[in-house]
């Protein structure tokens, strides 16, 4: 999951050498951590959070396979 996060990520922002993904578990969640560059948060968020909304959906349906609710935090 953190690899299909870190490759949208990428995709959408100027720098995508800024971009850090980190994975953690916490019982039965896999809780997801992404931080970009300061000026590239708009991108990743998006109007009215669509894209953030878009990335969460993605990385749930790629975890129906897994058993464990995954979690996409976007941190500053």
Do not use: C, F, H, W
């Not at 560059?37 to 991108?43: E, F, I, R, S």
């Not at 959070?49 to 979690?71: L, N, P, Q, Y």
């Amino acid at each position: 999951m953190r690899e299909l996060v870190e490759i949208i990520a990428k995709a959408l922002v100027d720098s995508p050498e800024e971009v850090v993904v980190t994975e953690r578990e916490d019982g039965n969640a896999l809780i997801i951590e992404l931080k970009v560059a300061k000026n590239d948060m708009g991108k990743v968020i998006g109007k009215q959070g669509r894209i953030a909304k878009a990335i969460r959906s993605v990385v749930k349906a790629a975890s129906t396979k897994e058993d464990k609710k995954v979690i996409v935090d976007i941190l500053q």
